[in-house]
Every structure is written in C-alpha cells, then in structure tokens.
T-cell receptor, first 117, second 116 residues
C-alpha cells in the first residue's frame, strides 16, 4: 500500500521557538495532503488542507499565521508551528490521497509528537 | 455530514471474531461508509469502505444493513495487533467539490481491546 512518512517522529522545543514537521508520500504523488492535530484521549481534528502549488485551506479556528503550511512538491508538505507555546503540544498527523484513490481512501503518516516546554 | 454513533469501547478475546457496530440513521443515499483504525501512538489506517453491498478485503469485512442505517465492521479473528480505536466515517463525494471533498471528519470511535 501507499506509504506516508513524517519527520521528525517526536520533537521537544522551547516556548517561543518554531518547529517544522515534514510529510512525504514515498511511493505516490499527492496533489492533496491534510494536516490533523490530536490531543491526548481525543479524536483527530482537521487543521488544514494542503494543495500542491497553492495556498492551504485552513479550518475554522486554526491560525494560518501560526501554522504555516507549504506544499511545494507532489511528495512533500511541511507544517511549521511558529512561536510555539505549551498549548501547541500535541500529536500532529498528516495524510495524503493518491490521485487514483477510490472515494475517501487516504494514507496517514505515523504522526509527530510535539512537546513545547 | 451525517452523524455516526459507535460504542465507546469493546472487548474481544484473541482469535475470536469481532463485530464493531456503527449507527448512521441519517445517512444519505450517496454517503459512502468508511472505516479507519488508529493503533496507539500511530496515524490512522484505512480499513475498508462501502456504499450498499457488503465488502470484503484482507483486513476485514463490512456488512451494511439493507436500509443503510447501520453497518458492522467484522474482524474475523482478532489478534493483539487489532487493538485500536476504530472510526466509522460517512462522506458524500457528490456534496463537496475540489480538495475539500476528500476531507475526513473523525468522531470518537470505538476503542477495541483484545484479551490474550
């Protein structure tokens, strides 16, 4: 099956710094990638939809200036958490949809656990 | 999106079949039923999807009620590796356009525990 990787798998940063998370589709090209956030014992919440070569579409309540998304190629999307604060500590997960996927079949990365101290 | 209702948790003995229910009484005629699962500390994994007919794949079977108001994900022989949160998600590919038509909305799902 299609493989999506994320890097890093976990990161600890100090409050006020920025962190970049990479999402790669390893064996297929993804025109659309999605970024989710998951707090402990909660479900996944969609943050934004990332389209290659265009601006990301953010869900209501997600600050686009704080969570910068770049989808510069068909295999790479990045999420940068700027000026991170402890409340940004969460599990960040990306997903990608193969261009010929049936309906809503998506492939998810393994997630990145961000801890802001 | 139509709402789904799943039990918060279920238990199963290892190597026994598991039936995970999902109620979706407000499902529309063009809503597809999708199942994903999330193992601890991992991203979700696609399991199966269907529209009207029952579906089988190497991971599981999906049984869809004739009126489509409910469905059941069937794991034929539960293993310890099947312990996960299982999400039942409805989505209508016709109702939305562009990249937004492929978004998935995750509910709370069912946490499946497998007892050795």
């Amino acid at each position: 099956g299609a493989v999506v990787s994320q890097h890093p798998s976990w990161v600890i940063c100090k409050s006020g710094t920025s962190v970049k998370i990479e999402c790669r589709s390893l064996d297929f090209q993804a025109t659309t990638m999605f970024w989710y956030r998951q707090f402990p014992k909660q479900s996944l919440m969609l943050m934004a939809t990332s389209n290659e070569g265009s601006k990301a579409t953010y869900e209501q309540g997600v600050e686009k200036d704080k969570f910068l998304i770049n989808h510069a190629s068909l295999t790479l999307s990045t999420l940068t958490v700027t000026s991170a604060h402890p409340e940004d500590s969460s599990f960040y997960i990306c997903s990608a949809r193969p261009p010929l996927a049936l309906t809503y079949e998506q492939y998810f990365g393994p997630g990145t656990r961000l801890t802001v101290t | 999106d139509a709402k789904t209702t799943q039990p918060n948790s279920m238990e199963s003995n290892e190597e026994e079949p598991v039936h995970l229910p999902c109620n979706h009484s407000t499902i529309s005629g063009t809503d597809y039923i999708h199942w994903y699962r999330q193992l601890p500390s991992q991203g979700p994994e696609y399991v199966i999807h269907g529209l009207t007919s029952n579906v089988n794949n190497r991971m599981a079977s999906l049984a869809i009620a004739e009126d489509r108001k409910s469905s059941t994900l069937i794991l034929h022989r539960a293993t310890l590796r099947d312990a996960a949160v299982y999400y039942c998600i409805l989505r209508d590919p016709i109702a939305y356009s562009g990249a937004g038509s492929y978004q998935l909305t995750f509910g709370k799902g069912t946490k499946l525990s497998v007892i050795p």
